[in-house]
């Protein structure tokens, strides 16, 4: 049997029993390292967090709140693992599986699939035939290294994206959530999921997000300067900037410089900052604060981070992760996670903003349960900041009646 020593595989079973079982098999087959999620949703948030793609992901089909057609769409569309091994106890919910990807770009290979209980002699028959250096080689494929995002700042490269953000009962547009991303002279647009993980932990990492809120918060008052005084922009900081005093209070200046007023700016923090309650950071963001900004927290999930933690900091907005938000309409356990966020953030009198959403049905869930906000592929795609004033203007009706469309 080949050498997987040097690999990652991850386990998304539900079952504990099944879970363990089948990371017991994966190590008996010589991984180095197993990682396990419970379902679909802690299985994306797992393998985004890691930043570099694992080689290979054992997923059960049927799962609540994210089933495994919907988790293997995510993670072909976002590169999250180089190969895949399907397992169910239902056979056509294998073929399912099979016919998914073969509907998909080839940037995901199907090794096989295998009926529940999967025993040792099933898996091990499917690894021998799969080629390791070639899901090595493509769980490394398109990471970019630290050096070449340092000449892609220093050559103007950097650039934000703006992802609009509406009012749900009105449709108005309330504000952008800024998105950082990287014009490749050869890879094209590149998002920040793919870059991100080689900058973390960098020197570079504090020049890439100046760089960004720099040419954002210039956006903004040119938006300002030609009647936009509405629109506010939503930044997110990580947790390096957070820490760091004199970085925080230069983007403070910088927004002093262009006369921007504070209440249009939101520094968002991400959730782990918070769970981690580190003391520097949340000193920085109470600062931010003091100065009239306003502070948001990302990728929030009910469980994750608990309202004392919250608390440590005059949040004015919650923004709820879009992997719950996606098709919670469908699926009810994904409804009373979102329920739970939204009832936090109105517990704790913030904003609520639902992110990722793509579907009408999705909208009117949220109306119902008293979201203000929302964003997503149903709002609007991000882009640049020139394509902003066209787009406002060519969809003021159809938000409205999107609006109108998810009242009861």
């Given at each position: 049997m080949a050498d997987w020593s040097g690999c990652t595989a991850m386990v998304v079973e539900d079952s504990p029993v099944q879970r363990d079982h089948m990371a017991g098999l994966l190590r008996q087959a010589g991984f180095g390292e197993v990682l396990l999620a419970c379902d679909g949703i802690d299985a994306l948030r797992k393998l985004n967090?890691?930043?570099?793609?694992?080689?290979?992901?054992?997923?059960?089909?049927?799962?609540?709140?994210?089933?495994?057609?919907?988790?293997?769409?995510?993670?072909?569309?976002?590169?999250?693992?180089?190969?895949?091994?399907?397992?169910?106890?239902?056979?056509?919910?294998?073929?399912?599986?099979?016919?998914?990807?073969?509907?998909?770009?080839?940037?995901?290979?199907?090794?096989?699939?295998?009926?529940?209980?999967?025993?040792?002699?099933?898996?091990?028959?499917?690894?021998?035939?799969?080629?390791?250096?070639?899901?090595?080689q493509a769980s490394a494929t398109g990471?970019?290294?630290?050096?070449?995002?340092?000449?892609?700042?220093?050559?103007?490269?950097?650039?934000?994206?703006?992802?609009?953000?509406?009012?749900?009962?009105?449709?108005?547009?309330?504000?952008?959530?800024?998105?950082?991303?990287?014009?490749?002279?050869?890879?094209?647009?590149?998002?920040?999921?793919?870059?991100?993980?080689?900058?973390?932990?960098?020197?570079?990492?504090?020049?890439l997000t100046a760089a960004i809120a720099g040419q954002a918060l210039h956006q903004l008052h040119a938006w300002h300067e030609?009647?936009?005084?509405?629109?506010?922009?939503?930044?997110?900081?990580?947790?390096?900037?957070?820490?760091?005093?004199?970085?925080?209070?230069?983007?403070?200046?910088?927004?002093?410089?262009?006369?921007?007023?504070?209440?249009?700016?939101?520094?968002?923090?991400?959730?782990?900052?918070?769970?981690?309650?580190?003391?520097?950071?949340?000193a920085n963001l109470a600062h931010l604060a003091v100065r009239g900004f306003g502070l948001a927290v990302g990728g929030y999930r009910a469980g994750h981070t608990t309202q004392q933690q919250l608390a440590r900091c005059p949040l004015t907005e919650l923004r709820i992760d879009p992997v719950i938000v996606h098709e919670a309409s469908q699926y009810p356990p994904r409804q009373t996670l979102l329920r739970a966020s939204v009832?936090?953030?109105?517990?704790?009198?913030?904003?609520?903003?639902?992110?990722?959403?793509?579907?009408?049905?999705?909208l009117a869930l949220l109306r119902g349960l008293g979201c203000e906000m929302a964003q997503g592929a149903l709002v609007a795609a991000p882009m640049p900041g020139n394509a902003l004033a066209a787009w406002i203007k060519n969809n003021r009706r159809r938000l409205k009646e999107l609006a109108s469309a998810s009242a009861p």
């Amino acid at each position: 049997m080949a050498d997987w020593s040097g690999c990652t595989a991850m386990v998304v079973e539900d079952s504990p029993v099944q879970r363990d079982h089948m990371a017991g098999l994966l190590r008996q087959a010589g991984f180095g390292e197993v990682l396990l999620a419970c379902d679909g949703i802690d299985a994306l948030r797992k393998l985004n967090a890691r930043g570099v793609p694992v080689q290979l992901v054992l997923t059960d089909m049927d799962m609540p709140g994210m089933e495994g057609i919907e988790l293997i769409r995510h993670i072909c569309e976002l590169e999250l693992a180089a190969s895949l091994l399907v397992a169910s106890a239902r056979e056509e919910r294998l073929r399912e599986a099979q016919a998914s990807l073969a509907q998909r770009p080839a940037r995901l290979a199907l090794l096989g699939t295998a009926l529940k209980p999967v025993h040792f002699e099933a898996l091990a028959d499917i690894l021998e035939r799969a080629d390791m250096d070639q899901l090595c080689q493509a769980s490394a494929t398109g990471m970019p290294q630290a050096e070449e995002v340092r000449a892609g700042l220093e050559d103007g490269q950097f650039l934000p994206y703006y992802e609009p953000r509406i009012e749900i009962a009105s449709g108005m547009l309330r504000g952008l959530d800024v998105l950082p991303c990287w014009m490749h002279p050869e890879r094209g647009l590149i998002r920040a999921a793919r870059f991100m993980p080689a900058v973390q932990g960098t020197d570079w990492i504090a020049p890439l997000t100046a760089a960004i809120a720099g040419q954002a918060l210039h956006q903004l008052h040119a938006w300002h300067e030609i009647g936009l005084i509405s629109l506010g922009v939503s930044i997110k900081l990580p947790a390096e900037t957070l820490a760091d005093r004199a970085q925080v209070d230069q983007l403070s200046a910088l927004a002093r410089e262009l006369d921007l007023a504070p209440r249009t700016i939101t520094w968002e923090c991400p959730e782990p900052v918070l769970a981690g309650g580190a003391p520097l950071s949340i000193a920085n963001l109470a600062h931010l604060a003091v100065r009239g900004f306003g502070l948001a927290v990302g990728g929030y999930r009910a469980g994750h981070t608990t309202q004392q933690q919250l608390a440590r900091c005059p949040l004015t907005e919650l923004r709820i992760d879009p992997v719950i938000v996606h098709e919670a309409s469908q699926y009810p356990p994904r409804q009373t996670l979102l329920r739970a966020s939204v009832s936090a953030a109105r517990q704790m009198r913030m904003a609520a903003v639902a992110e990722g959403v793509e579907l009408t049905e999705d909208l009117a869930l949220l109306r119902g349960l008293g979201c203000e906000m929302a964003q997503g592929a149903l709002v609007a795609a991000p882009m640049p900041g020139n394509a902003l004033a066209a787009w406002i203007k060519n969809n003021r009706r159809r938000l409205k009646e999107l609006a109108s469309a998810s009242a009861p």
